[in-house]
């Protein structure tokens, strides 16, 4: 088992690699947007406002006079956003009625959403500073003052919960391709028809087929989890039991999902696809991890239901971010073992004693 | 209880099992297996032995019979079943002990036996050198020993064995065949299945199966004292040996022949008197004697006869010109992967017309010599030719003259027999009408009209076989190359395959073949036998056989006889401390 | 040339013919087409939030009712204490809770600054930043309603390409990068090990097919599975989807065709080191992780830290990623997509000698 190469690549190299990605390469956080700011007015309000973009932490900027010469980083994107501060700039401000043209690169509506609300915030920021320097007369301030907390990660470090998350991929990869695959060879290489013909039990020989797995997929789960916290930094508020329990629970219906998979299919290549499009797939894109449930559309909704990393998905982030909260884990426990359960009833009848 | 007829351990009447639409895999057949005897199941390729057999280990229930395994079903006595299924069922990742171990705690051997009963066996099976070695780095023939102690580390009752001896040496088959005698010596009731019908000669009691249904029960002598006195051996004839056969099989009274050697060997058809040697009229010194019946004979006697002797193929095929180059040299071709010596200095010449045997056990480099010849691999040194080019400087000229037939029909089985054949035309150049015509002639030939639009894959074995050789000779080349091309095939259709070789030899085509039967070595004019990378004999298969008897004493050995004589000589000459 | 056509064929053949080959060919395009299209979306909407309102004034129910109002909200739940508010975030009932403190309507009567709370689960950051940003936006626009004008500079946005920052119009572009690279990296990385494993190998290399013939009769194939699967989901998006196609069409299938060969250069490494499926479709796998991960899809790449995004350099998805998305939206003019093109034809030079190469080495 250990040594087979593709067992090596699931269990170590494809892990390391998704959560060396997640931890890196998708970061969801806007820190460093390239933006153009053009500068069309050199009144002294206008070269303020410009220092303030300039200066802030989310954007980094190149400065333009005017809007042509920048068109072009926007079509090849290496900007993605525009900020006008036009001509007159100075003056109307001086009315109390100026403003500025926030433009944004429609073609990546996230991006476009963060660079529209981090300019309006530079903005509110610079506005408020003026008037504390010098109040502009009739212009009254804005009464109403909007106080975000973010709970669990103040940061707002996507990689806090895209990292948890991962595991949860890894996990399913075990779980159910690395099952599939091996035991899709035993009925391949004609060793399952061995086992069949001794005197074992169908509960025993399930065991002996699913308790490595479990333990190798327990294994990776601890690994990637001390990677996230020593080596990404995640934090981790919740107590190891329940990251344990969680776990053990969806491993269940995992590795009775690859046991089905491999007794339906018992060839290695056709198992190795249809656990890639019926796990690997839906924990990566239907179970929330990185895309938001509530704004699939119903019927997609309903699908996910039946996903069970959704279920594990928001438990993990609780526990690594919040901490235990029991009334989240154990509906989720519950549902995932039901799961686990309904699998394994299925893998039983697909691999009674018979080769018919 | 007596050694005669003591009660079967496993018995099953009526038994039928069908596998969606289309005839059943298994047709009312009824098998009653027995201590202290040597069962023997036999029959072609998808006759249904695996069927039958995995049903009598609870692997599959019948749709109907009724089946009794020690007094009950056999699910209730797996602990006194020892199986080994076609691929031995090892772990090849595990080492020889480890395999054992496994099978040892599934079979719920005590603890306390364990080294005992693994010395026993480690012994019984020769393989206590290797029991550190993982089993998918054992030989074929050392797989096959693990896989039987596998199936004895608990001494079963019934022994099922799904062909052992299946692409193995004939060498490893017999001291495979020597140790389950062994066992049946103590009480065990074995079933042994093999596609290879001299096997059968040996065993106690013989189940022959054919498409699902039992052709014939009994010891193997009731089969061939039916036909006794009805096999005649010819000799002495002034022809060549191919034409005398021909001629021979297009005759009436003649139901089946086949070539040994310098002799020409017939089966005649019943109520015929044997023809002497005015009627085959094959030259004054012809001498026509009796030869003893086999149970080939016995079993294509059943089937109704073989083909007769004139091939269509043949008759349709272009004229290989002559020409004073070999069609096959090879001269001091070796091959080295690493410090591994695959083939070393291979030097033989092959003439138009005549077809070349390499033979030897599994491993021992035939393949190897083989594929460089086909261009397959290139040698580290040495050179050959193939129809007078160089299969270095010109491959791809040498590749377009030679036709290949590849080990298991490998066809693309995903691709309809229309596309198959279409393909292969493509590949070797012919365009539009030309395509066109060989395509149709082999259609024609090889009656695949019917069948074109099936996929390859789904084609029974002979169909296969047919299409596989269709594709090989479309273009028509000067040279076949040939692996292993009718494992598995029934005799029939071995025959007819053979048919269509000689006639295109006698068209001048030249052929290389492999072959693990070593009565289709008598078909070749000249073999090299193959051993540790070396050539250790070469020549006709008569002076083969006759270096044999001078080595053994024994008279008119048969050519696996030779084979295991001329191999043992090279180990002897070998020994110690000189082994490769 | 019969030759070339014979294999090419013969590959065709086999590509439609193998049921194996038909769940790569069609499961995932049609899968991606259904999930990617609607279900990833990094938009929110009917998002659950709760409202925890200690002062029950007039003036905070109606920001809750202007809450109520927007399609960004799903159901929103009201709350009656912190404790409440505590136990719904951390089951994840909601993603977000708005708090009126209880001086929260006698404040704003006064003129005086009035602070709107509110508290956001972490846990998904990006969605609860989006959120926090719909809520603000509702919030100002009220305070702005009531005081009769905005603040001394207002900060007015414009989306360029995609004025209403419709989701679709940014997947779909990049599912073309996405998906004709699934198929036809995977496609690519069977064709040799599925000879190799069903021993027809052999029989093409003994055949007079010479080493070039087969290499493009199995590069052609998939590149055409490619190219369909492109087609394919241009006139979807456009037809179907109404994403607009503003650029030159002719510049979308010399880049795409690139592309292909990047791909299938990379595939063809894959299918000639790996002797079994298996190898071929776990290889296939292991480099299409990084390649869409690295893409510019998943994420942006300017938000990598700066070691990674010289690794994105050797992604050719990276750069058809920026064409078709150009092309798409930003009626990308031809100077700019040459500037993308250039780096991609190197790196499909790059990986089909590579793959060339190996081939050949691996032919023993």
């Known amino acids: 088992m250990v040594r087979d190469p593709a067992t090596i690549l699931i269990v170590l190299v494809l892990p390391l690699i998704l959560l060396f990605l997640f931890g890196y390469a998708v970061s969801l956080d806007a820190s460093r947007t390239r933006v153009a700011v053009v500068l069309e007015d050199s009144s002294e309000p206008a070269l303020s406002l410009a220092l ?39 003056r109307q401000i001086q009315t109390g009625r100026a403003a500025i043209q926030i433009i944004t690169d429609g073609s990546q509506p996230n991006t476009a959403n963060f660079v529209a609300a981090y300019s309006n915030g530079v903005l509110t920021n610079w506005t408020a500073l003026r008037q504390l320097e010098a109040p502009v007369a009739g212009a009254p301030m804005s009464p109403l003052q909007i106080a975000p907390r973010y709970w669990y990660n103040p940061a707002l470090k996507s990689r806090f919960f895209l990292v948890p998350g991962s595991i949860a991929i890894v996990m ?35 065991a002996s087929k699913v308790v490595p797995y479990f333990l190798l997929g327990l294994g990776s789960m601890v690994l990637c989890s001390l990677t996230a916290v020593f080596l990404f930094g995640v934090p981790f508020r919740g107590s190891v039991i329940a990251l344990i329990a969680m776990s053990a629970a969806y491993l269940m219906p995992a590795l009775g999902m690859g046991l089905f998979i491999s007794a339906a299919t018992k060839n290695q290549f056709v198992a190795s696809q249809i656990a890639l499009l019926s796990s690997f797939l839906p924990s990566f894109l239907l179970s929330g991890f990185l895309f938001e449930i509530s704004s699939m559309p119903k019927p997609i909704q309903i699908i996910t239901y039946l996903v069970p990393a959704r279920y594990l998905i ?18 989720n426990i519950a549902i995932m073992l039901g799961f686990g359960f309904g699998f394994f009833l299925l893998s039983f009848r697909m691999t009674k004693r018979s080769l018919d | 209880m007596t050694a005669r007829q003591p009660l079967p351990v496993a018995s099953a009447e009526g038994l039928v099992k069908r596998f969606g639409a289309g005839p059943a895999a298994l047709d009312q057949v009824s098998i009653a297996i027995r201590p202290w005897q040597m069962t023997g199941l036999v029959g072609p390729d998808g006759a249904g032995k695996t069927t039958l057999i995995r049903i009598l280990a609870g692997l599959m229930t019948a749709d109907a019979g009724t089946l009794d395994i020690l007094g009950g079903a056999p699910i209730d006595a797996l602990e006194d079943i020892g199986y080994m299924p076609q691929r031995f069922g090892l772990y090849e990742d595990l080492s020889v002990l480890e395999n054992l171990t496994l099978y040892a705690e599934l079979r719920a051997l005590p603890k306390a036996e364990h080294d005992a009963t693994f010395d026993r066996l480690l012994t019984f099976t020769d393989l206590k050198r290797f029991q550190s070695r993982p089993a998918g780095k054992l030989s074929g023939g050392m797989k096959q020993k693990l896989g039987l102690a596998c199936a004895l580390v608990r001494t079963p009752k019934l022994l099922l064995l799904d062909e052992p001896g299946v692409g193995v040496d004939p060498i490893s088959r017999r001291e495979l065949w020597s140790m389950v005698s062994d066992l049946t010596e103590e009480g065990i009731g074995v079933l042994w299945s093999t596609a290879y019908l001299d096997e059968a000669e040996n065993c106690d009691i013989v189940y022959l199966l054919n498409d699902g249904k039992l052709l014939f029960e009994g010891p193997p002598e009731a089969l061939t004292d039916g036909i006794e006195g009805r096999v005649i051996k010819v000799t002495d004839f002034d022809d060549n040996r191919r034409h005398v056969l021909t001629r021979a099989l297009d005759r009436s009274d003649v139901i089946d022949g086949t070539l040994q050697g310098r002799a020409v060997r017939l089966l005649v058809k019943e109520g015929c008197a044997p023809p002497d040697r005015t009627v085959l009229n094959e030259g004054e010194q012809t001498r026509v004697s009796q030869a003893s019946a086999r149970f080939e004979d016995g079993f294509i006697d059943i089937l ?18 002559v020409s004073d180059a070999p069609a096959i040299s090879a001269n001091g071709l070796t091959k080295k992967f690493g410090d591994f010596t695959a083939a070393e200095d291979m030097n033989f010449t092959v003439g138009r017309g005549q077809i070349f045997g390499l033979l030897g056990p599994n491993g021992a480099g035939k393949s190897t010599c083989f594929k460089m010849l086909c261009g397959l691999l290139t040698p580290t040194s040495g050179t050959g030719a193939v129809a007078g080019k160089d299969i270095r400087r010109a491959a791809a000229h040498a590749r377009s003259s030679l036709g290949y037939m590849a080990q298991k029909f490998s066809l693309y089985g995903d691709l309809s027999v229309a596309q198959n054949l279409a393909f292969f035309a493509g590949v070797y150049n012919l365009g539009g009408a030309a395509a066109k015509a060989a395509i149709g002639q082999m259609t024609e030939l090889f009656n695949l009209g019917d069948r074109l639009n099936v996929n390859a894959g789904t084609l029974p074995l002979g169909f296969k076989q047919r299409l596989a050789l269709a594709c090989a000779v479309m273009h028509q080349p000067p040279v076949l190359f040939l692996d292993e091309p009718t494992s598995g095939v029934d005799p029939v259709a071995r025959r007819e395959f053979w048919t269509h070789i000689n006639g295109l030899v006698e068209k001048g085509v030249t052929v290389l073949v492999t072959t693990h039967f070593m009565d289709e070595a008598e078909y070749c004019d000249s073999v090299t036998l193959i051993y540790r990378a070396r050539q250790i004999a070469s020549g006709s298969p008569d002076d083969l056989k006759a270096e044999a008897a001078r080595i053994t004493g024994a008279g008119d050995p048969t050519m696996e006889d030779a084979f295991i004589a001329l191999i043992e000589r090279s180990e002897q000459s070998n020994a110690p401390g000189l082994a490769a | 040339m019969e030759r070339l056509r014979a294999i090419i064929l013969k590959e065709i053949w086999a590509l439609l013919r193998d049921p194996k080959g038909r769940i790569i060919l069609f499961a995932p395009p049609l899968l991606q087409l259904m999930i990617f299209s609607f279900a990833t979306t990094l938009d929110v909407n009917n998002a659950r939030i709760g409202i925890l309102d200690q002062s029950g004034g007039a003036q905070a129910q109606e920001l809750v009712q202007r809450i109520a109002a927007s399609s960004n909200f799903g159901e929103i739940q009201r709350l009656s204490s912190h404790d409440g508010l505590a136990r719904a975030i951390d089951r994840q009932e909601i993603i977000a809770a708005v708090v009126f403190e209880p001086g929260f309507d006698r404040a704003l009567a006064a003129g005086k600054p009035a602070t709107l709370g509110i508290i956001l689960d972490g846990r998904r950051s990006n969605a609860a930043q989006i959120v926090a940003g719909y809520i603000s936006n509702i919030a100002s626009d009220a305070a702005a309603q009531r005081s009769g004008g905005s603040g001394p500079v207002s900060g007015i946005v414009t989306n360029w390409y995609n004025p209403s920052l419709d989701y679709i119009w940014f997947t779909l572009p990049s599912l073309i990068a996405i998906v004709s690279a699934v198929a036809g990296l995977s496609v690519t990385a069977q064709s040799v090990a599925r000879e190799r494993e069903l021993g027809t190998f052999d029989q093409l290399m003994v055949s007079p097919l010479r080493m070039h013939e087969i290499l493009i009769g199995k590069m052609i194939p998939p590149w055409l599975v490619g190219m369909l699967n492109g087609t394919i989901f241009l006139a979807v998006a456009t037809l179907f989807f109404h994403v607009p196609f503003t650029g030159s069409l002719l510049l979308f299938y010399l880049s795409l065709a690139v592309y292909m060969f990047a791909l299938i250069g990379v595939g063809m490494f894959v299918s000639a080191a790996s002797t079994t499926q298996q190898q071929a479709f776990l290889g296939s796998f292991l480099a299409m992780v990084p390649l869409i991960l690295l893409s510019g899809y998943a994420s942006p790449i300017e938000n990598m830290p700066d070691w990674l995004q010289m690794v994105t350099l050797i992604n050719p998805a990276r750069y058809f990623v920026v064409i078709v998305q150009g092309l798409f939206l930003k009626a990308m003019p031809l100077d700019l997509v040459l500037e993308q093109l250039w780096p991609l034809c190197l790196i499909a030079i790059a990986t089909l000698s590579i793959s060339a190469w190996l081939f050949r080495a691996r032919m023993e």
């Open chain 1, 314 to 331: 928001p438990s993990l982030q609780t526990v690594f971010l919040a901490g235990d909260f029991w009334g989240l884990f154990w509906p």
């Open chain 1, 52 to 90: 303030a973009y300039q200066n802030s932490r989310y954007f980094e900027v190149t400065m333009a006079r005017t809007v042509e010469p920048v068109r072009d980083l926007m079509v090849d994107g290496k900007a993605r956003g525009i900020i006008v501060i036009p001509q007159g700039f100075g």
């Open chain 2, 304 to 321: 109704g006869g073989g083909p007769t002797g004139t091939s269509q193929l043949a008759q349709n095929y272009r004229e290989i010109p």
């Open chain 1, 172 to 206: 399913a990869m075990i779980g159910t391709l690395l099952t599939a695959l091996v035991v899709a060879r035993e009925w391949e290489r004609g060793t399952m028809e061995s086992l069949m013909a001794t005197p074992m039990r169908m509960t025993e020989f399930i």
